[in-house]
C-alpha cells in the first residue's frame, strides 16, 4: 500500500471517532470541561459543563475559541467537545427561547465566580423573569448599597449570562446599560420575557 491508497476520513467516520473520544475521556474520567455551542435568537452560544455543572454560556462576540482557552487556563487542559454532557441544558435555553421556560433548573459550577463578584452572581436570579432592576437595587440585594459599581463590574464578568440573568440589570435611568452580548441581545432578552428596559 502507498500513501496514494490512503483517503481522508469522511464526516461520518469522524463524527464515530469524536463520537468514541467522547466515551473513553469520560469512561476513564479524564473529560473535565465539556463543551458545545447551541444556535439561539441572540447568536450562537458556546456552553461549557464541569462535572459540578454549567460553567460556562459565552457569546460568539467573546470569541470562543479566547473562551476556551481561558477554561483550559483557568479549570483544567481537559476541554472537549462533547455535546451530550450539555443536552439538558440545550434543551431548557430551547424551552426558554421558545417561552416554554422562566427559570433554568440545571446545576451550576460557580467556581468562575468569586468574591463580590460572586455574590452578586448569585443575587441576580432574585430579579425574576419580566421584571427588571438597577444596578443599585442589586447592590442594595447583595449586601453592598454603596458598591454600584463593583455590580456592574460583576454583571459584565457574569459567566453564565443568560442563565444567571444579568440581562435584567439596567442603570438607574432606565437605559439598558452595558451587556457581555450586546446591547441587541440584551434588548432581545427583555423582550422576550416581556421586561420594561
Known sequence: MNLTDLTAPGPHELAALHARLEQAAADADLLDVAYRTLDTPVGTLLLAATPVGLVRVA?????????????????????LRAPARLDDTARE????????RREFDVPLDRSLSTGFRGEVQRSLPLVGFGTTATYAQVAALAGRPAAVRAVGTACATNPLPVVVPCHRVLRSDGALGGYVGGT??????LALEGAAA
Not at 441587541?184 to 432578552?189: G, S, V
Open 93 to 100: 435555553l430551547d424551552e426558554y427561547f421558545a417561552g416554554r
Open 184 to 189: 441587541d441581545a440584551k434588548a432581545a432578552l
Open 59 to 79: 457569546y460568539e462576540r467573546e470569541g470562543l475559541d479566547e473562551v476556551l482557552a481561558q477554561l483550559a487556563a483557568r479549570l483544567s487542559p481537559r476541554v
